[in-house]
Each structure stands twice: as structure tokens, then as C-alpha cells.
């Protein structure tokens, strides 16, 4: 929503945090806050200064089954080689964070690159920046897994634009889901990677949003069957994870091949990217295997990657996951105050375990409440959230003009978008607020904030969820969590029947066939290369000219989208999409995406409709299979009991039966299987 001056909080409010675990509400000495408990510091890694030698003397005494040989790395001087593990793990105390191991049916061998969704190693050089490797390689991998394009993502924007000013020397992958989920990624073409800090920070567009992103679990750096099955369990749901563990362990700088191992003492202090697994690799504790894509580049390990025994190096010792990516909208307006994210938590006192938080927002722009994201700091978290349209009182307050509410769960901690099933109009200047009811029944401080100065002042908590106490006028310079997606207003199909009175429709692509459908007399009109000059179920009367294209109220865009002709749906609407004949279809727009599975789809019996508004026109676009769906989809808004059967979408996905196989479609052979 905004910036904030990069400074962090000041060491007396910080030694005042670390020092009282109790706190009140200034003039409300009733009121006590209390807060999480902070993580004992890592030890800073030693790397042990044996020679090539020596490490493989050590290997043969003690039956491992690694090899070594020199490295770049090894040609570093001790402290060029300790700066280079500068994974620090958060302030936060996570051990409560364990996930739910148990048994799990796993295949015995896995390798994401076998499925072509894991991007070549890259190389971190002298910086310590393994966190962002990590991080932005498991993006990558995410989108790959979600059928769309291999980018290579810029960490270099991340570390030289992240609001803490974490780089070379150290950070997490908090700090990279922070940026990811308030600003997003970049190209690495817009902003090359240079392993030192003081890069200014690059102007660039950004393509993806990081929506979802899960804590696995703590403490899986063991040998224990439940913990690795569980750790094997995620890595099938969410795809490659990013991993800490210890890269100071003996040899592990030299490491060339075969499966590594230490089973010595360390703290965590570099990250990488878990890609698998194969339970038949042989080291000295027995058999299995993680496998995993480091950042040292392509001449270390075995091509950038490695193999390292299940417990050994307290690998796994803290495991998450970027669970889901979305296309970066730009016409998208994002509120929050957290504006470093995740620092700590709060609760009552005596601790609760259902508190409740609240942002009051004064949007900038007209829109629609789309999305509500937070926090969620413990595995299980039971959560409504409520949004309301008035603040009154002057300290404590009450909230009223309850617009809509929605509750639900989550099993794993993390972050979360939560689209709601009401979207909420929003108008500029008027103020909304946005309630989260934080329930964590195994964890004594639900409530997530940041004290990331300066302090918005529009951060509320409740111990009740009907009298609210402001944080800063409390004297807390904290803010919560939670966090709004504005997207631009939305016309639902309630409001499409007076569009119609013009009598005309457009239609967009140089394949497209236009259709003579929504009533006698209506008029198609063709937008294309040269034109359309024929079709079977209508007519093309006019080329629009850029005048007549760009000011229409109306526009069907229709034809055979699942083919790829109508690149005017990108240059156009900013509309893109991913078409794999006969495997899927998926459509990108307003920063969602529509996937299809085309197996499903074997007789060519699918359209979507989408309704929206574009550069301030009422807008209608029709995808379907060839003329056919184009057609069903055209006939089925040309109905006006669609209209009346649902007001409150904006997409609809039609599916349909040629009955009597007249090659047509009927309106009674037209059914919505889904609508949003």
C-alpha cells in the first residue's frame, strides 16, 4: 500500500519486547498482550580447514560413500567461505510448527527432474544469498508444475529491493515470500544477478504473485521413518521445497559425488532445494537418500546438484514450500501494514488461543474486495473473517456494517489468500476493515504482526471481536498481518441486459467465426487481419476501425480460442493463455487462471464466458471449441433467464450435449458446470 523509511525497530523498543512477556494496554490496564517466544541464535558456521586429502582419509576410516575434489569454493580463505552460509534462520521460535508425520504410501525413488519442472542450478558466488537461490528455484518450479512457461526469475531483485535490506549478509525465505506476496517476481533479465550488496534496485515488471506459501514442518532432520515419509509426503503435494541445513559439515564444500554425510554437531546455515529422494542410495547409517539442487553452480557436486543421507547434516532440520503462484495483475491494488511481514505473534494475557485482529483500510481506488491473505502461525488455525463498513468510538472502538463473512481451517502454517465467495464493492475514500478471527488451538499466540517502523496506527485486537483496542494508541508500535486484494470493479451478468440495446456484439480474431445469435437483427462485426469473410452461423459486415474497436460498450470475443489464432486476446485485454492440443488449456487474466484438463474434455463440449470491464468498457469474451462452443456460449448469454439464474458471477464454464447430433447446439442441451 506503501513505503516505509528501511529501518528497523529501535533497540530499546526491541530489548523491551525481548524483556517483558507481559504487556498493557496504555490507559487500559485490564487489557495485557503477551508475546511468542523468540529462537536461541544459530552458532556462525566453522568450516573445517582440511585439505582434499585429508577429507577423503576421513571418508575411507569411516565407510562413507562421497567423493571430494577441489572447488571454487575451496580456493576461498576461511571467512570468504563462512560468509557464503548466511542462511539465518527467523527471530521466531517455529519448534511448535512439526506438521503431522505418520505413515505415508511414497514410491521408493523420486526425481522432479525426471519431470522436467526443475530449473538448472545457478551459482550464488561470494554472497551469501542461498536463501533467495532457494526460494526463487522453487518458484521456478512451482509455475513449471502448474503447466506454465520455464522462467528464470531475478533473486537479484528480491535482494537488493526486499524492505530489510537483507543480502549478502543473510536472510530467509521470509523475507522472499514477504516481497513475493506484496510486490512479486521479475525477470532475471531485468535485473541480473551480481553477488554483492549495494545494488540499486531495478525497476522491472513483474510476472508472477506468490500467493501460498507453507511451513512444513521443524526438526525433520532426522532418521526417524515417520519424519522422512512425512518430508516425502510434501515434497509429492507441493513440489520442490526449500530446505536448511548445515554446509559447514566436513567436505561438504569439496563435495563432487555420491551420497554425502556428517553426523556431527552444527547449527543450520545455508539452504537449498529438495528435489527427491532414493531410498537404495548406500551410505554409512544404512540406505536412503534426499537429493537436492544447491546455488554453487554447475562444476560443484554432481552438476549443481546432490545426494545426502536421510538425518546427516541436519538437513531438513526446517522445511517449507511455495505452494502457489498466480499471473501478476497489474491493475490489482494490494493494502497491508505488515510491511516486513511475519515477525512475530501476539495474545492475550493470560495467552488465549482465539484472538482476533483487525486492518482498517481507506482504499485509493474503486474496486472489488476480492481476496483476504494472512498469516497463519501454527499448523492448525480455524479462522472467520468478517469485513465491515463502519469504525465508531474513540478508543475502545466498535465495528459495524457487517458487508460479509467467511470462516475455514488450515492444517499447515504459512501464508494464505483467501478468496471470498462475496466479493465486496469498494469505493475510493470510503474506509472498510477487515477482521480475522485467529483461533490456534495448540498455540498460545495466533495473532501475526511486524514492528517495522514507522507504524500505520490502523491496527486493531480483541479479545472478544466486539470492543477493539487500537495497537500504537495502546502504545504498541506493531502492525497485524493481515492483508486486502482490491481488483478492479467487476460487471456481473446482472448488469449486462441494457449493454445489449445497441443491438451489436464484436467479435475478435482472425479465425474467429462470428455467430447470429442473442435475438433477430443483431449485427456481428469482425476485427481481424484482413477480416472475416464467411462462417457458418453468421456474418461479417465491418472491420472495426481502432476508434470504433477501442470505444465499444459490448465486446464478445469468440471463435476457436482453444486453437491458437486469437492473439488478440493478449495485445487486446491483456488475456493470455497456455494451450497444449488435446492435453490442457489455461487461461490467465486479471491475475487468475483458468486450467482445463482437455482429457476430460474428449468431445469438444466446453466454452467459458467471462464478464468484465476493460479500459472503463463493459466487456463479454466467449472461448470455446472451434464455432460450436463459440456458439453455445453465445446462446446461452442471449437467454434472459441466464441473467436472472446468475447475477452475482463473472465467469460461468458451460459444458453441452449435441442430443439429436444436428451438428448445432440447443439451449435445453446446455448446462453451467461452474461459475464464479
Request: glycine share 10%; proline share 6%; net charge negative.
Amino acid at each position: 500500500m506503501r513505503g516505509k523509511n528501511p529501518q528497523k525497530s529501535t533497540l530499546i523498543c526491541i530489548v523491551i519486547i525481548m524483556l517483558l512477556s507481559t504487556l498493557f494496554v496504555q490507559g487500559d490496564p485490564r487489557v495485557g498482550i503477551t508475546i511468542a517466544p523468540e529462537r536461541q541464535p544459530e552458532v556462525p558456521p566453522v568450516i573445517p580447514q582440511l585439505t582434499v586429502e585429508q577429507v577423503r582419509e576421513m571418508i575411507a576410516q569411516n565407510g562413507y560413500n562421497f567423493s571430494v575434489q577441489p572447488t571454487w569454493i575451496s580456493a576461498l580463505s576461511p571467512e570468504e567461505q563462512a560468509r557464503l552460509l548466511r542462511y539465518i534462520p527467523p527471530a521466531m521460535d517455529l519448534s511448535h510448527i512439526t506438521g503431522t508425520p505418520g505413515s505415508y504410501q511414497v514410491p521408493p525413488p523420486f526425481d522432479y527432474r525426471n519431470a522436467g519442472v526443475v530449473t538448472p542450478p545457478k551459482n550464488q558466488g561470494t554472497c551469501g544469498s542461498c536463501w533467495a537461490f532457494a526460494s526463487m528455484g522453487s518458484v521456478e518450479s512451482q509455475i513449471l508444475l502448474n503447466k506454465g512457461p520455464e522462467y528464470d526469475l531475478s533473486e537479484e531483485n528480491v535482494l537488493s529491493c526486499n524492505i530489510l535490506g537483507a543480502g549478502c549478509g543473510g536472510g530467509d525465505d521470509f523475507v522472499v515470500v514477504n516481497y513475493l506476496t506484496k510486490e512479486g517476481a521479475s525477470l532475471e533479465s531485468c535485473a541480473p544477478y551480481d553477488a554483492a550488496d549495494g545494488t540499486p534496485c531495478a525497476s522491472c515488471d513483474y510476472v508472477k504473485k506468490l500467493s501460498e506459501w507453507r511451513i512444513i514442518g521443524t526438526n525433520l532432520d532426522t532418521e526417524n521413518t515417520a519424519d522422512i515419509d512425512f518430508v516425502k509426503q510434501a515434497l509429492l503435494n507441493y513440489g520442490p521445497l526449500f530446505v536448511s541445513m548445515n554446509a559447514a559439515a566436513t567436505g561438504f564444500t569439496i563435495y563432487s559425488g555420491g551420497v554425502f554425510e556428517y553426523w556431527g554437531t552444527g547449527g543450520v546455515n545455508h539452504a537449498v532445494m529438495l528435489i527427491g529422494w532414493d531410498d537404495t542410495m548406500v551410505h554409512s547409517h544404512g540406505t536412503g537418500a534426499w537429493i537436492a539442487k544447491n546455488s554453487w553452480g554447475t562444476s560443484w557436486g554432481e552438476g549443481g546438484y546432490f545426494n545426502i543421507a536421510y538425518g546427516s547434516a541436519r538437513f531438513c532440520e526446517y522445511v517449507s514450500a511455495f505452494s502457489d503462484v498466480r499471473h501478476f495483475d497489474d491493475e490489482e491494488t494490494f493494502y497491508y501494514y505488515d510491511d516486513a511481514g511475519w515477525q512475530s505473534s501476539l495474545s492475550s494475557d493470560p495467552p488465549s488461543r482465539t484472538v482476533w485482529g483487525a486492518n482498517r483500510f481507506i482504499p485509493t481506488v474503486t474496486g472489488t474486495l476480492e481476496r483476504v491473505e494472512f498469516w497463519a502461525v501454527d499448523d492448525v488455525l480455524n479462522y472467520t473473517i468478517n469485513i465491515y463498513d463502519t469504525r465508531s468510538g474513540t478508543g475502545p472502538y466498535s465495528f459495524s456494517g457487517l458487508l460479509t463473512t467467511q470462516s475455514g481451517s488450515t492444517s499447515t502454517a504459512g501464508y494464505y489468500s483467501i478468496k471470498l465467495t462475496t466479493p465486496i464493492e469498494i469505493m475510493a475514500g470510503n474506509d472498510f476493515i477487515v477482521v480475522v478471527r485467529f483461533n490456534t488451538p495448540n498455540y498460545d499466540y495466533p495473532v501475526p504482526y511486524d514492528d517495522y517502523l514507522p507504524i500505520s496506527g490502523e491496527s486493531y485486537f480483541s479479545l472478544d471481536g466486539t470492543t477493539w483496542n487500537n495497537l500504537s494508541e495502546g502504545g504498541f508500535d506493531w502492525d497485524i498481518g493481515i492483508r486486502a486484494v482490491v481488483g478492479r470493479p467487476l460487471l456481473r451478468f446482472s448488469g449486462y441486459p441494457d449493454s445489449f440495446s445497441t443491438n451489436a456484439f464484436f467479435v475478435v480474431g482472425n479465425n474467429a467465426y462470428c455467430t447470429d445469435v442473442l435475438g433477430t437483427g443483431k449485427i456481428a462485426y469482425g476485427l481481424a487481419d484482413g477480416g472475416v469473410t464467411e462462417n457458418p452461423e453468421g456474418r461479417t459486415h465491418t472491420i472495426l476501425t481502432t476508434a470504433e474497436h477501442t470505444t465499444g460498450n459490448l465486446m464478445i470475443v469468440g471463435g476457436p480460442a482453444i486453437n491458437p489464432v486469437a492473439d488478440e486476446f493478449d495485445i487486446e485485454f491483456d488475456i493470455t493463455y497456455t494451450f497444449i492440443p488435446d492435453i490442457s488449456f489455461e487461461i490467465f487474466s486479471e491475475g487468475e487462471s483458468i486450467f482445463l484438463d482437455l482429457t476430460q474434455y474428449p468431445n469438444q463440449d466446453i466454452c467459458i464466458v467471462y464478464t468484465g470491464v476493460d479500459n472503463g468498457r463493459n466487456i463479454m469474451l466467449v472461448w470455446g471449441y472451434g464455432w460450436r462452443g463459440t456458439y453455445a456460449g453465445s446462446v446461452f448469454m442471449g437467454d434472459p433467464a441466464t441473467w436472472a439464474a446468475y447475477p452475482g458471477a463473472h465467469l460461468l464454464l458451460l459444458r453441452w450435449t449435441d442430443g439429436n447430433a444436428d451438428g448445432l447446439v440447443q439451449m435445453g442441451e446446455i448446462s453451467v458446470e461452474d461459475s464464479v
